[in-house]
């Protein structure tokens, strides 16, 4: 894996990098080709808590965990767990779909957050997503994998742009934008 490893409001040092480089070097043997998967850590602090957030957009889909803890080394060793998990929760799924498709590749392009004077009433954090046509079925597994309570996609089937969020009761809801 290629790592891009940054902080903010907090310096890495060489033993910060060598400590995730080695921890996210386990997840290599869940990929086919692990040196093609760019890999963006991002350390930041927020009152004593250091927070980890790693996102690994591959070929098929994007894995995002982030975790927090006082200790820095606790908190890599909690993101790389989370990720774990997330792989081998949903290794079957992810064979199943992709196991006679040629090449799919979801390619979120996220582009670098602008951030804006913190104010409780403006917009203060903005991102540029470029979105490719899926099914339900596959912006499910991406809001299980990225570990969110919505996504948006372009629906294939509907033609129109959706979201899907996860509801109270663990099954989901679309509303679709024609």
Do not use: W
């Not at 927090?68 to 990720?83: I, P, R, T």
């Not at 998990?85 to 779909?97: A, G, P, S, V």
């Not at 996609?153 to 509303?175: A, M, P, Q, T």
């Amino acid at each position: 894996m290629k790592l891009n490893i940054r902080g903010e409001k907090v310096t890495i040092t060489q033993s910060m990098k060598t400590y995730i480089t080695e921890k996210l070097e386990k997840l290599d043997k869940y990929f086919e080709n692990p040196e093609e998967i760019n890999v963006n850590v991002l350390v930041r602090i927020k009152g004593l808590e250091q927070i980890i957030e790693v996102t690994a957009p591959t070929k098929k889909f994007t894995l995002r965990a982030e975790e927090s803890n006082e200790d820095f080394y606790a908190a890599v060793d909690l993101v790389v767990s989370k990720l774990e998990r997330q792989i081998r929760k949903n290794k079957d799924r992810l064979n199943r779909k992709y196991k006679n498709v040629e090449v799919l590749e979801f390619n979120f392009n996220y582009e670098d957050e602008e951030k804006i004077e913190e104010n409780s009433s403006e917009i203060v954090k903005r991102k540029n997503i470029s979105m490719k046509p899926m099914d339900e079925e596959e912006a499910m597994l991406q809001i299980e994998l990225l570990n969110h309570d919505f996504f948006v996609f372009k629906n294939i089937d509907e033609e129109c742009v959706s979201v899907l969020y996860k509801r109270k009761d663990n099954n989901y809801g679309i509303i679709n934008m024609k």
